[in-house]
């Protein structure tokens, strides 16, 4: 069992009065160092990590390793080139390797300082290149907390309020296939495609003004929510035939977290221009925003950047990136099947659990939506706290998403054993607050 010492209270007391709120979990963990698949905080207790700390720690230990060596031998050498008024070769030289990572054609390339700044630099970009001045995103969908990727942003009130208004977007439905009344998954994007072109393009703005559409290829924060691959494929025709650009936002999605480089290639498409951030600095702070070359560049001085090209991000990321290139084949393979491993056993406990209402995800990026009970679908808001709570005593780090989703986001290169540890742990907590509602 976890010990709450004074030690870890001290720092949350501290934190209270230095440091402007922020979302944070409803378990006080302070964190402290890492060891392979395990975390642990300041106290000393030791937790299995089924967070990837946001998706960052894709790669696990074996990423950082790389990743860590890279980055001290940088600071040792330079850590701050200005790369937006000078050159370094560094940035060029993962510049070159990344956009192999795309599809063919892509290889214009902006360096900043995490997903927000890249979605910025994504929708600014977009508006550039069309010369058009509206933006669609979605409802449920998180780009960021700056004012341009926020205008996009529709994941929670709590998030927009106060800070309107915001110009230029318009939202759409994003098909949620657990939650829609009136069909199957297919139905459910049919009805979120028509809506989208007999509603907000004949009725709120002419597709000739829309420069973009925005969208996670999986929403994280919105919940872990999957789109029917019917919906990707038919979003790509309607913005090719209007001429708008698509935006796939792949900051926490991306990054093998799927199973392939690119959450998108998953359901068949290309986007127009990509952003990535979380994963892509290999622990440290970097985002990029890629575009395809034939949309041609941006005037000098119109987008730029203090930090972004930071030598010692750039050198754990060109780490992390060879790491995945390396070990590509054993990395998509262990991702399949671990991830397969994971759903299996969650549905497994959706059979078992009234709690359990839906498990939803792509390779290792997995949600379980808590439900009050399966016919009513009504969000376990306060259980789904309360299963976090519990899973943090248990040894298990956890994040909430959505109303009441619980993400499952451990590193891809986890052990099987520890993976298994962690499930175990995760219905313990399940099991216990399944028990306490039927009570």
Do not use: W
């Not at 995490?114 to 995103?137: C, D, H, P």
């Not at 028509?194 to 925005?214: G, K, N």
């Amino acid at each position: 069992m976890i010990k709450i010492t004074k030690s870890i209270e001290k720092v949350l007391e501290r934190d209270a009065k230095v440091i402007f709120s922020m979302k944070r979990v409803p378990y006080p963990f302070v964190a402290d160092h890492g060891d392979g698949d395990y975390v642990y905080d300041i106290a000393g207790n030791k937790f299995i990590d089924f967070t990837s700390f946001i998706s960052v720690y894709n790669l696990g230990e074996d990423g950082r390793i790389a990743s860590r060596k890279a980055a001290k031998a940088q600071i040792d050498k330079m850590m701050h080139a200005a790369f937006t008024d000078f050159y370094a070769e560094l940035p060029v030289r993962f510049a070159e390797k990344l956009v192999t990572m795309f599809p063919k054609g892509f290889g214009r390339v902006f360096f900043s300082n995490s997903g927000t700044e890249a979605n910025e630099a994504a929708l600014k970009f977009a508006k550039m290149f069309t010369k058009r001045q509206y933006v669609i995103g979605f409802y449920g969908a998180f780009h960021g907390r700056s004012y341009g990727s926020l205008g996009v942003t529709a994941s929670s009130k709590t998030q927009r309020a106060h800070f309107g208004p915001f110009n230029s977007v318009i939202h759409a439905p994003y098909p949620y296939p657990y939650r829609f009344p009136y069909g199957d998954a297919n139905e459910c994007a049919r009805f979120c495609i028509s809506y989208l072109r007999d509603t907000i393009l004949e009725r709120d703005v002419d597709p000739e003004e829309v420069a973009a559409i925005m969208i996670e290829p999986i929403q994280g924060e919105g919940g872990y929510v999957v789109p029917p691959k019917l919906f990707m494929k038919e979003l790509r025709k309607l913005a090719s035939e209007h001429g708008i650009l698509l935006i796939a936002d792949e900051v926490q999605s991306g990054y093998m977290r799927t199973g392939k480089f690119l959450a998108l290639d998953n359901f068949g498409v290309e986007a127009d221009i990509y952003t990535m951030a979380k994963a892509l600095g290999g622990g440290l702070p970097l985002g990029a925003t890629i575009a395809r070359s034939s949309l041609g560049d941006i005037p000098r001085g119109s987008h730029g950047t203090t930090f972004g090209g930071n030598l010692p991000e750039i050198a754990s990321a060109e780490a992390a990136l060879d790491y995945v290139k390396r070990n590509m084949k054993s990395l998509q393979s262990n991702v399949k099947k671990k991830g397969k491993m994971i759903t299996d056993r969650l549905n497994e406990m959706k059979d078992d659990y009234e709690i359990v209402g839906d498990v939803r995800g792509m390779g290792m990026m997995i949600g379980v939506e808590l439900v009050k009970d399966k016919d009513s679908k009504i969000p376990a808001i306060r259980e789904s706290d309360d299963v976090l709570v519990e899973a943090f005593r248990n040894g298990l780090l956890l994040l909430p998403c959505g109303k009441s989703s619980i993400r499952i986001i451990p590193p891809i290169t986890s052990t099987e054993a520890d993976l298994t540890k962690g499930l175990d742990m995760f219905e313990d907590a399940i099991k216990k607050i399944d028990a306490q509602k039927r009570n």
